[in-house]
């Protein structure tokens, strides 16, 4: 198994631009969730899903887009990139929430300009 | 709502010191608490959770008990190596954060040989 997948590893953008950091796991987990890691903030949850077709905001959601089409697959989309958003991204999955483990994919360092 | 309290670091010690990482939680019910690693340049991985009061996880050499009566969860090690030197998150995983997963801000480990 390669558990959690994250591309890309680091990516500068400029101010406005978009993009979409993408997130799979091979484990037939249900539950998925994006967070961001900023010094001395530690992590904090942006969006997370149940389930296929299911998802919900977390506790720092503006200014991104989560869809889950598949139990695989949940990338994480920035509209319209600001410097603010400069951090590292990790994806997690668990079996499914609260008081399971949950698994890290190794993180996307992203660069705002 | 819920939250997590860990000690601030850095925290830098010699090989084979004895650590101790404060952490102190407060939350409805009974949540689940962890304690995850992070070491340079990777995702955070489980190093060990508790699901009930009085419960002690461990893992390679790490310990912490769930005390109900003073809502805390200190990670201890009797003798650290420089292997151990990452950073630590407390969480938990409550009724009353609909059992989203919450973090502590994190207290980096550092390990002198």
Same mark, same amino acid.
């Not at chain 2, 009797?78 to 292997?83: A, L, N, W, Y």
């Given at each position: 198994n390669a558990g959690v997948t994250q591309t890309p590893k680091f990516q500068v953008l400029k101010t406005g631009q978009s993009m979409t950091l993408q997130c799979a796991q091979d484990m037939n987990h249900e539950y998925m969730s994006w967070y961001r890691q900023d010094p001395g903030m530690g992590l904090r949850l942006i969006h997370y899903s149940v389930g296929a077709g299911i998802t919900d905001q977390g506790e720092v959601p503006n200014g991104y887009n989560v869809s889950r089409s598949t139990t695989e697959d949940f990338p994480l989309r920035l509209l319209s990139a600001a410097p603010s958003q400069t951090s590292v991204y990790f994806c997690a999955s668990s079996a499914t929430q609260g008081g399971e483990t949950q698994y890290f994919g190794p993180g996307t360092r992203l660069l705002v300009l | 709502g819920d939250s997590v309290t860990?000690? +601030?670091?850095?925290? @830098?010690?010699? +090989? +084979? =010191? %004895?650590?101790? #990482?404060?952490?102190? *939680?407060? !939350? @409805?019910?009974?949540? /689940? &608490?962890?304690?995850?690693?992070?070491?340079?340049?990777?995702?955070?991985? &489980?190093? &060990?959770? =508790?699901?009930? !009061?009085?419960?002690?996880?461990?893992?390679?050499?790490? +310990?912490?008990?769930?005390?109900?009566?003073?809502?805390?969860?200190?990670?201890?090690?009797?003798?650290?190596?420089? $292997?151990? /030197?990452?950073? *630590? %998150?407390?969480?938990? $995983?409550?009724?009353? /954060?609909?059992?989203?997963?919450?973090?502590? $801000?994190?207290?980096? &480990? /550092? #390990?002198?040989?």
């Open positions: - | 860990q000690m +601030e670091g850095p925290v @830098t010690l010699s +090989e +084979e =010191a %004895f650590l101790t #990482i404060n952490c102190t *939680y407060t !939350a @409805t019910g009974y949540p /689940s &608490l962890f304690w995850y690693v992070q070491y340079p340049g990777e995702g955070l991985q &489980l190093l &060990l959770k =508790a699901t009930k !009061a009085d419960d002690k996880g461990s893992n390679k050499g790490f +310990e912490a008990t769930y005390r109900k009566e003073t809502t805390s969860f200190h990670l201890e090690k009797g003798s650290v190596q420089v $292997s151990d /030197s990452a950073v *630590y %998150f407390c969480a938990l $995983s409550g009724y009353s /954060s609909a059992s989203k997963i919450i973090f502590g $801000s994190g207290t980096r &480990l /550092s #390990i002198r040989p």
